[in-house]
């Protein structure tokens, strides 16, 4: 195969990708704009958010404690440092 007929080849196959991709995006893939987007009332977020279940309650608070009762020693070892 010479150089002539490799080029043309891919050539094609760009134009044959390109082509299909054209025809296969016919939606609207994305906003471009922040006036398409469909924007949240802000009211309507603050009672959703309001209503959320706090999952985990019990294992954060055990774990901000554990790292308050580590502090003195973090403390301890960052002014013993060599």
């Keep these: ?3 002539n ?15 299909a991709k054209e ?4 939606g609207k893939k994305s906003a471009r704009k922040l ?3 469909n924007v949240v009332d802000e009211q309507k977020l ?7 279940e706090q999952k985990h309650q019990n294992d ?3 774990l901000i404690n554990s790292c ?12 013993h440092l060599d």
């Design 46 to 52: 603050r009672k959703a958010s309001a209503n959320i």
């Design 60 to 62: 954060v608070a055990d």
């Design 68 to 79: 308050k009762s580590l502090y003195p020693k973090w403390v301890f070892d960052l002014r």
């Design 5 to 19: 007929a490799v080029e043309e080849e891919e050539f094609e196959f760009s134009r044959n990708y390109f082509l």
């Design 35 to 37: 006036s398409d987007m």
């Design 23 to 26: 025809m296969g995006s016919s």
């Design 1 to 3: 195969m010479d150089f």
